[in-house]
């Protein structure tokens, strides 16, 4: 483990807001265990280790059904510790693969019968190389007939610079963490006025409103400046938004979230229960178990 890495909380508070019957966190890792799954030698960082039965307990805790579990970038595009996962959740998860562009067609539909529906497009620099944009517009191409989506993670910054390609896409388009926005600016300013002009104008593409402890200046438990941006997503495209723990937090710094306020920030943001069953059941559930 780098010597600089935080600990995902061993002890989360148990939340007070109770999701809805069959609700889903939708964007969850494991990490290894590194014995059993080595970590990839191309990685930018060494985690602790994260297993699947310490996210399956974690997820009964907070009082969740079902897991999207995202494929980590520490385990590269080996996605075993995630299958190892998904085939002992008892149907209760489902999966976001990295492929690489060698991957064959026997592998894909390996993938596709351990319950992963979709591959993740990472556009951060620091934590991966750059892939060419062709190379991910074939992958694309390749997982469509599955039924599979794309998963994009990128900057607010970048976002001009991505948007042709993005919206290119034969897939379903998902973006994590709403874009990353800018809290510290308006949210009714330009910079998260074009994130949601790509949702009005893209019906394809959805939007995860989860990780403010990654947004926020004001902190927790509340992490009040990220509430407003969250909001106003979903209640603009109820019916295309994730939520998810994000646990075991990856690449964090400054502090480690409490995984109970961050389920209690939920009905902050979408504050109906008609909003919170779509977030939290109804999307993840034709998104990921339409099958």
Known sequence: MDPDWLPFCPNPTKPRYVPPPGAVDAHCHVFGPAAAFPFAPERK????????DQ?????????????????ATCHGTDNRALVDALVHSDGRARGVASVARDVTDDELRALHAAGVRGTRFNFLRRL????????????AQRIAPLGWHVVVYFEAADLPELWDFFTSLPTTVVVDHMGRPDVTRP?????FARFLRLLQEHPNIWSKVSCPERLSKSGPPGYDDVVPFARAVVERFPDRVLWGTDWP???MKGHMPDDGHLVDVIPRIAVTADLQRRLLVDNPMRLYWND
């Open 45 to 52: 960082y060494t985690p602790c280790d994260a297993s699947k």
């Open 55 to 71: 996210l399956f307990a974690l997820r009964d805790f907070l009082g969740f059904a079902r897991s999207v579990v995202v494929q």
């Open 187 to 191: 949210v009714d300013g330009p910079e």
């Open 128 to 139: 991966v190389d750059f892939t060419p944009r062709e190379v991910l517009a074939e992958l």
């Open 249 to 251: 937090h990856p690449n």
